[in-house]
């Protein structure tokens, strides 16, 4: 409960006079209350063979004259280095169930080319497993393998994991090495099925969970009964709910969900939360009006995550099976002039805003939701990065990532900061969020998400035994409500230094801009 009434407050700011009633908020960082550990894994990335993600967002191929190593654009590790990405999903969703393994691997000149049915184009298979590994690598992440599950077979992930994770002498093992790479690649995790409910073969819960099982058992992980010196110590996934829908959840991980060690959950953000409806949000150039309801959809997060966890503390109440939201963010109609199935989207404050909410929903939820992959890393949907030729851009959600490094592995601690409510068409919902965390640095970090397009916010939160005398830190906000940056052009949008903190009467003292992503340090 505490966690919610940090987020989700409900009453009026009950002091000061009505003229300031809105713009001063007391509050408490309760130090003395930590919480959970904030997996670093909740700011992990997804890169799916859609559109210009892979090809051109990370890959142009060895003899590309825009600077690579090995084919991976240097520009796109420098930046994904730089904001410490956990962990990368790859190589879907949707695609993952139409991909095969092999077409990846050997002489580049060899691979086949396919049609990518569900993205349009043409799949080159120039980028494969031993890139997909090497990108891993230059850019020190974790590495999360979809694998196909409703298009190929058990036998067909059995081979694809002896290629990645075999030891030992036998064929596959041999094929890798004769490919490049002596040592097995490192799989950290690995994911079965991606919306088995939708593109994933439109399955029902209980024909899904006899699937998994299935396809778990042989996945041979080791350690699971009978298999004490296998080569698979990859966490396994299961395909879990699209938004809401806790029928799936409750069915799955009561038929299945001794096999797994995850269930993952797919939450976008659209239009009045309505697929129908997603082409009438634009990225850019939107009414005002459409602030608020992008973020109130965004701020559904918090609702959603509620309901799953109560089904799974049901089922689960040890909490040994992780939430993963491995796909999340916004999705609109696409640029103007764009192929329609590439989902290239801008990216706007407002973008940095859903980025923000979304991270200090995840941080109060950290005691199941252990990892969580926005989609996409470059050039597909609530992009990082977006890449034209030789160009990169760095977007205002990059830029919330790049501030909340610190929550990365950081100990959650509950914020009482009473927010008052903002309206949208839809619903209403809190007008900033507040979370805080003691960082592996042993300082203490404060992030405010403050959705308020209009006012600024004065906080004031009683810091009880919380030590410190210095407060310093970045703000991200824009005169404009797109503030967006474009490859080759001048950022609109940036990180400044943030001058509104201090200590004062044992608070900290925040002057919270309008519409701005804010993160401090206290020290001292
Ligand atoms: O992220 C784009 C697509 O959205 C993914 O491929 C799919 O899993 C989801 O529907």
């Not at 960082?29 to 997804?46: L, S, W, Y």
């Not at 299935?214 to 009964?225: D, I």
Request: hydrophobic content about 40%; proline content about 5%.
């Amino acid at each position: 409960m505490r966690r919610i009434a940090s987020l989700m407050a409900t009453a009026a700011v009950a002091f000061a006079t009505p003229a300031a009633a809105q713009d001063v908020i007391n509050g408490a960082i309760r130090a003395d209350q930590p919480g959970p550990v904030i997996a670093r894994h909740i700011q992990g990335q997804f890169a799916e063979h859609l559109g210009r993600d892979i090809y051109d967002g990370i890959w142009v191929g060895p003899d590309s004259a825009i600077p690579n190593t090995r084919g991976i654009r240097s520009d796109v590790v420098e930046a994904l280095k730089a904001i410490k990405v956990p962990v990368v999903r790859w190589p879907g969703g949707c695609f993952a169930d139409i991909y095969n393994w092999r077409d990846g691997i050997g002489p580049a000149a060899k691979r086949p080319v396919r049609k990518n049915d569900w993205w349009g184009g043409l799949e080159t298979n120039a980028f494969g497993t031993h890139e997909f590994f090497d990108f891993a690598e230059q850019i020190n992440t974790d590495t999360y393998v979809a694998i196909n599950m409703a298009t190929a077979t058990p036998a067909v992930m059995r081979e694809w994991m002896d290629y990645l994770t075999s030891r030992g002498e036998d064929t596959l093992a041999q094929e890798r090495r004769a490919n490049g790479h002596a040592a097995p690649f490192k799989v950290d995790f690995v994911g079965i099925g991606n919306e088995a409910w939708g593109c994933g073969g439109a399955q029902t819960p209980e024909y899904f969970a006899n699937e998994y099982r299935k396809f778990a058992t042989f996945f041979h992980k080791n350690g699971a009964t009978f298999h004490m010196h296998n080569d698979n110590s990859a966490l396994r996934v299961a395909s879990g709910p699209n938004n809401d829908d806790t029928k799936w959840m409750e069915v799955v991980l009561k038929n299945a969900g001794e096999q797994m060690d995850a269930i993952s959950l797919h939450y976008y953000t659209v239009w009045h939360g309505d697929w129908a409806q997603r082409d009438s949000a634009m990225a850019t150039g939107f009414p005002a009006s459409h602030w608020n309801e992008i973020l109130y959809q965004a701020s559904r997060m918090e609702e959603i995550l509620r309901g799953h966890e109560a089904v799974m503390d049901k089922v689960d109440p040890k909490k040994r099976i992780g939430l993963f939201v491995d796909e999340w963010g916004t999705w609109y109609r696409t640029e103007p002039g764009t192929e329609p199935g590439h989902l290239y989207q801008q990216n706007t404050l407002r973008d940095a805003l859903v980025a923000g909410i979304t991270l200090n929903i995840f941080h109060a939820h950290a005691d199941r939701v252990r990892m969580a992959n926005i989609a996409q890393a470059v050039n597909v949907l609530q992009a990082m990065l977006l890449t034209d030729g030789d160009k990169l851009a760095k977007t205002p959600t990059y830029y919330t990532f790049a501030m909340y490094t610190p929550f990365q592995d950081a100990t959650f601690i509950p914020v009482n900061a009473p927010a008052p409510m903002l309206k949208a068409e839809s619903g209403s919902f809190p007008a900033f969020t507040v979370s805080a965390a003691k960082a592996k640095d042993g300082k203490t970090y404060v992030a405010v998400a403050n959705a308020d397009k209009d006012k600024g916010y004065k906080l004031a939160l009683d810091l009880g035994g919380l030590k410190g005398s210095k407060v310093s830190g970045q703000v991200l906000t824009a005169a404009k409500l797109d503030a967006h940056n474009t490859p080759g052009q001048k950022e609109e949008i940036a990180p400044a230094p943030f001058n509104g903190g201090r200590i004062g009467g044992g608070k900290l003292l925040l002057d919270i801009p309008a519409k701005s992503v804010v993160v401090v340090k206290i020290e001292g």
